[in-house]
């Protein structure tokens, strides 16, 4: 059985490899692949908040806007693995992609471990549980053939095998939730217990949210041991719920006290998939799981009644009215997964391995659309997926000439990517890292479609533009003059592609 989790689990390891290796070489001519291949425009965000480590800082500072924090202690994960490429000589992006895959292992093991502890006396319903959670995803395949854009295909934190493929601190986070789970179950040794507070803080420095998630699930356990009689283990969920709250306590602190931050925090918004969408993105795992959790509970077994738990108390978490809902879906799919896989094992009995073969099949075209579209979309040149070669040299000039805190103006598009490759600041670049991003945003685009007329540069002035990149992207929203301004500088220009300098003319 065990070469079963391993053989597995070094297929998943280079199905969330292979794709980004093919899309480095085939990136469309003229283009460079940009290291993502799910939101790319958070991705680059990541890359900021490592290069502001790269560059030496542990506080993280909005580089997606021109009104700028003091710096708070938050996205440390991020930031220390911007100093790790620092301190070894590596590039920003190869860091990114081996902390997923470290991440990725960290993720499969905490999957193998914690089924193997719910399914104890079952290890064939444990080995299925572990492929439906890694690999397992929806019917959105049947959607997009109706033109709809389901959960299963971008909701990354609640699928374990979207997290793997996409960014290094879902997994982790993840597979630290999953220990702390397992932890509770086992008998409570004081050895364990620096492990449990620095797990605790961990959580809480890359994930806040799972912190949240486990204080609910614990209080919903211990809801049911009291009612059954159960014997309650206390010392556990006391050190590690503790710790991780006082972190993310003091996170919610710092950017409430922080007119900035509290400005960022108050435009950002991700809500919950609506049901229709969520149940398709579940189905048909869903089905069997809300079956097998009735079964659960009349059972009383513990271990299955605890992921039935999790399933309703769960699903009331990704509905509550908060911004940032969605955030609760974290791991949504490990408890469908092992209620289902029990689910199908009770009701096929003999012909289990037929049914979670089935149940598996039906929504493997869901992830393939994940790996071929991606691939397919680096083919295209104007895909968000990958960067034109010739503003990545305006960008290269930028981050050589440059100072630190200087601002740059460009188009949205590629104001994504300046933070990311220059650790430089722009006026906007993301829909929620920039602060009154909506009207940063038609400002930018206005200063373009002006072609640099004087009202333009006299507000690019005074919010303290200093360089202006104009290239393919800012084409399209307006028409550099030919005769440009008095204060206006061209410093760089290749193809396409120009990069000035604004200074003050008396």
């Known amino acids: 059985m065990r070469k079963r989790y391993l053989f597995l689990s070094a ?23 940009g290291g993502f291949l799910l939101n790319p425009l958070d991705g680059y965000s990541y890359l900021a908040k490592m290069r502001e480590g790269w560059e030496g800082a542990w506080k993280f500072t909005l ?10 202690y938050i996205f440390l994960f ?27 292992i960290a993720l499969l093991s905490a999957l193998h471990r914690f089924f193997i502890m719910v399914f104890a006396d079952r290890p064939k319903v444990a080995f299925w549980a572990f492929t439906f959670s890694a690999v397992g995803s929806g019917l959105g395949w049947l959607a997009a053939v109706f033109g709809g854009f389901t959960a299963d295909f971008w909701v990354t934190e609640a699928y374990p095998f979207l997290s793997m493929y996409s960014s290094p601190h879902f ?50 356990a211990v809801t049911y041991d009291v009612f059954t009689k159960e014997k309650i283990g ?23 006290t922080d007119p900035i931050l509290a400005a960022w925090d108050k435009q950002n918004h991700t809500p919950s998939p609506e049901l229709w969408d969520l ?37 009331l978490l990704i509905y509550v009215p908060f911004s940032l809902q969605r955030r609760f879906l974290l791991g949504y799919m490990i408890p469908v997964a092992g209620l289902a896989a029990s689910g199908i094992a009770k009701i096929a009995d003999k012909k289990t391995k037929l049914a979670c073969l089935v149940a598996l099949c039906v929504t493997l075209p869901t992830l393939w659309i994940i790996l071929f579209g991606g691939f397919t979309s680096v083919r295209n040149p104007e895909s968000p997926l990958v960067l034109n070669k010739i503003e990545m040299m305006g960008i290269s000039y930028l981050a050589q000439n440059s100072q630190p805190e200087e601002i740059v103006l460009a188009s949205p598009r590629t104001g994504a990517i300046i933070p990311a490759y220059t650790g430089l600041r722009v006026v906007y670049g993301h829909p929620f890292e920039t602060v009154n991003a909506l009207t940063e945003k038609g400002l930018v685009e206005r200063f373009f479609s002006s072609s640099m007329d004087a009202e333009s540069l006299s507000w690019a002035k005074e919010i303290g533009v200093d360089w202006i990149l104009w290239g393919p992207d800012e084409d399209q929203v307006g028409i550099l003059p030919a ?6 500088q061209l410093k760089f220009e290749s193809d396409h592609l120009k990069v000035f300098r604004l200074q003050d003319v008396p």
């Not at 580089?63 to 708070?72: D, H, L, R």
């Open 11 to 33: 297929a998943i390891l280079l199905i969330i490899s292979l794709p980004y290796i093919l899309a480095r070489i085939y990136a469309a001519p003229g283009t460079i692949f």
């Open 63 to 72: 580089s997606y806007s021109v009104e700028t924090n003091q710096g708070a």
């Open 78 to 104: 991020y930031i220390f693995l911007g100093h790790v490429a620092r301190w070894f000589g590596l590039s920003i992006i190869f860091v990114f992609h081996l902390a997923r895959m470290i991440s990725a």
């Open 171 to 220: 997994s982790l986070g993840l597979a630290i939730f999953l220990w702390y789970l397992v932890q509770v179950f086992s008998p409570f040794q004081k050895r364990v217990i620096p492990i449990l507070m620095a797990a605790g803080v961990l959580l809480g420095i890359i994930f806040p949210f799972a912190i949240v998630v486990a204080v609910v699930l614990t209080c919903g």
């Open 234 to 256: 206390w010392q556990t969920p006391l050190i590690f719920l503790s710790l991780g709250g006082l972190t993310i306590l003091y996170q919610f602190i710092v950017i409430r």
């Open 279 to 315: 149940l398709i993105s579940l189905s048909p795992l869903i089905l069997f799981a809300v079956l097998n959790a009735y079964w659960a509970f009349r059972s009383r077994n513990r271990k299955e009644v605890f992921l039935a738990i999790w399933l309703f108390l769960g699903f």
């Open 483 to 488: 005769l440009l301004p008095k204060d206006v």
